[in-house]
């Protein structure tokens, strides 16, 4: 059967839509799969992120007990320093008072020796005396408190030495490193994810004009089918090719116009043995060859026999094949049961029609009724 263009045109547009829609998948199957590895990425900073906050928070703590453990010792410290130093001030006013006394006790000695009673001058040395003995006590338990608060600065700076808060700034820069690569691959995959959905509505669009377009192809390629298997049907019913032979008959049609039918051959309609049936342009038949008869000019049907060409068909349901007469043969009709050559139609039919009194004068009015034709039995439908 010759092409259909739209048929043609129809699959041309459903493989140009395939064809995009398979661009499609091939785009949203890329971007799938790079949306699945942004988020694994994003997942893994995300994880890393966590950590160095984690670990971040254990050095702020670490640095707060440290820090309130300073504050706490070097306020203990301050309180005994406080403390010792009042007491010293207290002492060495004391210690000074005494030296006073002491100069005074020793002056007066002295004026004694040079000017005065001496006998008086032991006991103002005796006094002086005191008076250093007193100093001298008051100072050396000064330079007690003294090396006291000096211990006490020892104790507090090795047990609370200056906070090192380097561990956590370092913590922190870290984190917010980890905070900037999570934040960097969380945004790129929202950017990934977007052009996924993206090229995923365009596949799911791409698809659904994919299936309207093989649709639409089906739908025509039915048609095309049924109406190719009329036309064949049509064709070897002007053919005359027999029920029995129609399955694998071949049908070439022929640049001139004409059409060429080959049946009934052992293995295909065109092989060993086929029969040849052939249509002019008008679809007249103007060569019938049965599957397995000779080759000859007694297979050229000639169109001034007084018949038309054969036709098939059927009465109330029952198959017939039959030629209806012209010219000299017109309201004449031969026929037979099923749908047969043309060859077995003109070995076996029976005839219908008025008889032609001039050639038969002795013969009935009905050619069915006549000597030659009363007995036949090739057709046995309706009005037999």
């Known amino acids: ?28 199957a890329e971007l799938r799969d790079r949306c699945s590895e942004a988020h694994e990425v994003m997942e893994s900073s995300w994880d890393k992120r ?28 301050a309180r005994i320093r406080d403390e010792t130093n009042r007491r010293i001030e207290e002492l060495r006013t004391e210690a000074d008072y005494e030296h006073q006394q002491m100069q005074e006790c020793y002056d007066k000695a002295s004026n004694c020796y040079e000017f005065g009673d001496r006998s008086e001058a032991p006991y103002w040395s005796g006094q002086g005396r005191e008076h250093k003995e007193r100093r001298d006590s008051l100072n050396h338990e000064v330079k007690y408190l003294c ?24 913590a922190k820069q870290l984190f917010e490193m980890a905070k900037r690569c999570h934040e960097s691959a969380q945004q790129e995959f929202k950017r990934l994810k977007a052009a996924r959905d993206e090229a995923k509505a365009e596949f799911d669009a ?41 399955g694998d008959a071949k049908i070439v049609k022929k640049t001139d116009g004409s059409t060429q039918v080959y049946h009934g051959g052992l293995g295909s309609g065109d092989g060993l043995g086929h029969g040849h049936t052939a249509l002019d342009v008008s679809e007249k038949v103007t060569y019938d060859r049965d599957a397995f008869a000779e080759h000859g000019r007694q297979n050229f049907v000639d169109d001034s026999s007084g018949w038309a060409p054969i036709q098939r068909g059927s009465i109330e349901g029952h198959e017939v094949t039959f030629r ?18 043309g060859k077995e139609l003109s070995r076996h039919h029976n005839h219908y029609g008025d008889n032609d009194k001039t050639r038969y004068p002795d013969e009935p009015d009905r050619i069915e009724d006549s000597s030659k034709h009363k007995n036949d039995s090739y057709y046995n439908g309706p009005g037999h």
């Open 50 to 77: 966590v950590s160095a906050k984690e670990k971040m928070n254990e050095e702020f703590e670490a640095m707060q007990q440290a820090s309130e453990n300073y504050s706490a010792v070097w306020d203990e410290y």
């Open 147 to 170: 090396e006291d608060v000096k211990r006490a600065k020892q104790d507090a700076q090795s047990r609370a030495p200056k906070t090192d808060s380097s561990a956590f700034h370092s």
């Open 206 to 246: 791409a698809q659904e004009a994919f299936k309207r377009a093989k649709a639409s192809f089906q739908r025509k390629l039915e048609e095309v089918k049924l109406a190719n298997a009329r036309e064949r049907e049509r064709i070897l019913d002007k053919a005359g090719v027999s029920w029995s032979e129609r």
């Open 324 to 341: 209806q007469g012209s010219g000299k043969n017109k309201g004449q009709t031969i026929i037979c049961d099923g749908h047969v050559s």
């Open 1 to 28: 059967m010759p092409r259909n263009h739209e048929l043609d045109l129809l699959k041309s547009e459903e493989q140009q839509v395939f064809e995009r829609k398979q661009a499609a998948w091939e785009r949203y």
